[in-house]
């Protein structure tokens, strides 16, 4: 069963002309094990919610996952599909994309972010086995790493992060081969993995790959154990492979005709290419229904819940938002509107999260050791811990990297809405993950405090300048940027209502004048909008700002009403969403043929898209510098009196 | 002595109302015997080369920096800058700032990056020491880190290369303190460090940081190991404050006028802020000439050596090129003129790399495991290893933010020109490493191949898109994509002349044909030139392009010129460049009037401020696909048909 495995990835890969057929041909006696023996899934109900997630970390494998999907009788996953590997449009991506097919829990390829989605997952099933029982969640996450995950940064995080956490229904399969692209693991890492692992409070065990009992055994163990596990599974890449079997030669490059040949050979595997015999097959097919009978009991088993229950179950699954869950939110922003309090954006989004955390069950937040700076735990919020999963607040630590893979994993599982807080700076730090949050379309709340040079005397180091462009630029990724608390309240409930896609919010240390006089429309939703017109109606000047700097646009354009030119302020917290507006509404707004000034306390990198080449830009130009933010915003001009400069300049 | 620091750090923080009192004073009794017993270093001379290096990797804690430098008689830290400290202009930026004040040997705050940095110098110090001898270079590498650089994933890199290059010369203080921001570490983390340590090839050791005996005999120790050795310094955050010690509410704030007043009280230091008795300053002024008359020593030795090693040394120190290294790069280039190779510019960069790697005593290369991939190993470039540091050539494993902020300590270091490879796509992965090499102004060159969707196969996870725009978006740093093999033999000549900051070069897997038909001057050198003009010398159509895309373009200028339309094709390899070009040139260039294109295989975002609003933008609009880099380019509408269309649409 395992050379099946091996010959449909050798094939395909040798068909494609590129692939990896390496690992899959190493790992496939360890995956065989699992799929047969422990894993409990059913390939006919691949979205069965309880069932035991299996990710791919070493996504370059990728064929291993095609092959089981197909053996194991997922009907997203065809003999046509393995042969259209990484072809145009097909399934069988060079990497596994998560919604190409069922089965492909999670996309995979840059190292060390399936470990990361694993923990995640993991958490997930915790969190929502507290919040709905055992009977409903109880499932293991099984997660396949090589050694390029184990040397990435973000392995250090996400294993740290799961040992601190007990999360004991985590098994991580390390495919301990000895060989990375550049030749043997030696060349470049000595690290004791299973020492490494021990220090992080996991439980460890190292066995035969190719001898599947003892994988057999120690994956028992691990069920076993009250903490995740690492199993470190000696193996050999390119099994099977004659005369390029362990050596990096098979890592990443067809084997050749006459290597699979005499694979075939060595192997005792007769087949044509992709021709499975009847028996392997009904084997693998068996072991494909293996969770069928659980499944239906654990259906049975909802069915017995109260109806309200069942509801609430299936709703939080699928992602959907209870009814009237913005209830407190919009007597939030009536009050707002009422007392027009001056505050920091990301103090406001304290107050949002005040009014919703109770409303929303499947909201888990939490922040990479800013709690406090981020404003990112409501009141009503308890830590998790790993004793208590029944809290909505994680301590994710000095973590940004693995928190935001976590988050894709909690929001992969299904059940949970992740949010996770730290200095927009430090989305450096864990871009990597907002970009799979992007490609992969989950729905992940960044919330980015400290957005600017506004955080002050920390100086530049944490001073985003180039991170609003840098994060705009990655598609499918919303970045807000709020102005008000009333802004900050649609923010979040745009953030919380798109269903197949990341937001970033950028939010100010500094406090900030309520600008919005109304708080009926979401106008927000429209990405930019007119904050103020021109007082006649005949704007000459358009500014355009977002954020902490749409105050400074509106005492601009005071200033310059006084001196009898007329100006609009145009409040543009996501382009994103301004840029799916129609041409009309978007002309209307951006008034064509005015004067366009543009301000944010960031690179204008970008901005020639709304001001054009006519138009001026009043931002940063350079890092920024530590001194008390008011000293910074006069030192870099960006201010009402230079906006007026530049019109006088231009008019 | 270690309380004239604890208070420096209380009143700077008190003064400036922002700041980190908790690090510097639970902390202080550790660096006091360092810089009194440890470190190599003379006041009065801190750019002597074979200086011991101290990294403050926890860079909050800058005060300590501070205190130390002005304490130990620095000349750029004066009394004045302790009490502007945060303040506009001052050289005590909230976080040390590299370039500020002599002393300060890299930027620190974003937590992690000075232990990546220190691994760096002391890969810096075995390097030049195997080229130089140990009578010139021969020194320790300090680096004071706490639980957030611990707990970031940087750390498990650093440290993992260190082990593995067994750089017995660094050491590191583990602020052991038991507090992070958001409370007890308890919260967040349960790693057992030293075991962590240990398992990465480490030597550790463990102590109380406030009995100064044990701190020394801990360093004496360590620096008799044959391993990198890492001291566990338990020490009480705040130490001294009377209610706020060992709690977080130390860390980031200033503790107030009277708790401070109780430190002066529980600590017997009657002394007014920013007041040091003369005995312990003249204690801590002859600290600070420790080490002069080991660096007189050390000119001796320099001035013993013959006249060209001499200058060799020093050159190379102070980063000269030296004369002539560009003689084989010209003849390539000739050559490449001559035959009109098709070549993908990844392997032309590893022709000029063949060209150079010899001329440049002080280049050291390497990649992030990719050695192959990205081309980045020249044929004369050996291998480092633990047992030999004579070669040129670093494996630095799975480990791109690893390797960026080792690269940011070498080229700190000096003596050493470094740069490394990964693919493009991974930018990410150290994107706050390069920051800090722009932010540093070092000349770190990231060769980044496999810069498109022409990757093919590998699909979406590894195409990069909107990294470009990303990169751009970074102030300080050269973004450059060579169109051909004479372009990047210019862009590398750039990247290593460049003395005041980094360079990505971003090059392709896929084969381009020799576009360039002269090799005389570097046009690169202008960011952007007219590559073909139009034929009748009146173009209507500016078609701007870089990389991969310049043969698209070119392919459609002859489109468009049989449809009798005359278009002009200018290569874009640098914006920054082309950006610092005058006015009068930038228009030559770009034609003003005539219809713009843009062509890159990636986000168009940025892209308006050469085509303005009524320009077009050929490229990507989301994320890549896996399948054969020429489909893809179909799918995505990346051709010459698409200029011609869009030409058509426009006139």
């Given at each position: 069963m395992a050379n099946a495995i091996r010959f449909l990835s050798m094939d395909a890969v040798q068909r494609a002309n590129s692939g990896h057929p390496g690992m899959p041909m190493g790992m496939a006696d360890v995956a065989t094990v699992l799929f047969r023996q422990f894993l409990k899934y059913d390939s006919q109900r691949?979205?069965?919610?309880?069932r035991d997630r299996f990710v791919l970390s070493a996504g370059h494998g990728s064929m291993l996952l095609y092959s089981l999907l197909h053996l194991t009788g997922?009907?997203?996953?065809?003999l046509e599909d393995l042969k259209n590997f990484r072809q145009l449009g097909s399934r069988t991506a060079g990497h596994p994309e998560y919604g190409h097919a069922a089965g492909i829990e999670t996309t995979t390829g840059p190292l060390g972010q399936g470990l990361g989605n694993a923990v995640g997952m993991a958490m997930a099933e915790r969190l929502l086995a507290s919040r709905f029982g055992a009977d409903l969640v109880d499932h293991y996450t099984y997660c396949l790493v090589g050694d390029g995950c184990l040397m990435e940064g973000i392995s250090h995080e996400a294993i740290a992060l799961a040992g601190h956490l007990k999360l004991n229904k985590l098994i991580v399969l390390f495919d301990d081969n000895g060989i990375s692209i550049d030749g043997p693991v030696t060349l470049t890492d000595t690290v004791d993995q299973p020492k490494r692992f021990e220090a992080a409070g996991w439980n460890t065990l190292s066995v035969d790959g190719h001898d599947p009992k003892a994988v057999a055994q120690a994956i028992e163990q691990a069920k076993g154990s009250d903490l995740p596990t690492m199993i470190a599974c000696r193996t050999t890449i390119g099994?099977?492979?004659?005369?390029?079997?362990?050596?990096?030669?098979?890592?990443?490059a067809p084997l050749g005709d006459e290597e699979i040949a005499g694979a075939r050979e060595k192997l005792g595997w007769p087949h044509e290419p992709f021709v499975i015999p009847a028996d392997v097959l009904d084997a693998w097919r068996a072991a494909g229904a293996r969770g069928a009978a659980e499944a239906t009991a654990w259906d049975a088993r909802l069915a017995a819940r109260d109806p309200e229950q069942r509801k609430r179950f299936s709703d939080q699954m699928a992602g959907k938002l209870p009814e009237g869950w913005t209830a407190a939110l919009e007597k939030f922003k009536e009050e707002v509107v009422a007392n027009k309090p001056k505050a920091a954006t990301r103090v406001s989004s304290q107050q949002v999260l005040d009014c919703i955390a109770d409303a929303l069950p499947g909201l888990v937040g939490g922040s990479a050791d800013l709690t406090g700076s981020n404003n990112?735990?409501?009141?009503?919020q308890q830590p998790v811990t790993a004793e208590d999963f029944s809290g909505g607040y994680v301590h994710y630590g000095v973590r940004e990297h693995g928190m935001a893979a976590a988050m894709n994993g909690l929001a992969l599982h299904g059940g949970i809405i992740p949010y996770g807080g730290t200095f927009l700076v430090f989305t450096d730090y864990c871009r990597p993950s907002i970009r799979l949050s992007a490609l992969m379309k989950q729905r992940v709340v960044y919330v980015m405090t400290?957005?600017?040079?506004?955080?002050?005397?920390?100086?530049p180091t944490h001073q985003p300048v180039e991170h609003l462009a840098s994060l705009r630029a990655i598609p499918n990724l919303l970045v807000m940027r709020p102005c008000d608390a009333i802004e900050t309240a649609e923010c979040w409930q745009l953030a919380l209502e798109q269903q197949d896609r990341p937001s970033v919010l950028a939010l100010t240390r500094q406090g900030l004048p309520t600008l919005r006089v109304d708080s009926g429309e979401n106008y927000c939703a429209h990405g930019a909008y007119i904050l103020q017109t021109a007082e006649d109606g005949q704007r000459a000047v358009t500014l355009i700002a977002s954020g902490s700097e749409v105050a400074i646009a509106c005492e601009a354009r005071a200033k310059l009403q006084e001196m009898g030119i007329s100006a609009a302020v145009v409040s543009m917290p996501c382009w994103e969403l301004f840029l799916e507006q129609p041409a009309h509404y978007r002309d209307e707004v951006l008034g064509p043929g005015t004067l366009h000034i543009a301000l944010e306390a960031?690179?204008?990198?970008?901005w020639n898209r709304w001001v054009g080449l006519e138009g001026s830009f009043v931002g940063m130009t350079g890092f920024g510098a530590s001194a008390p933010a008011d000293a910074l915003y006069k030192e870099f001009r960006i201010t009402a009196d230079e906006v007026v400069r530049r019109v006088k300049a231009a008019l």
């Open positions: 691949p979205d069965w919610p309880d997922y009907k997203d996953m065809t099994f099977g492979a004659p005369t390029k079997a362990g050596s990096e030669k098979t890592h990443g990112t735990r409501a009141k009503s400290h957005d600017s040079i506004g955080l002050g005397e920390d100086g960031a690179s204008g990198f970008g």
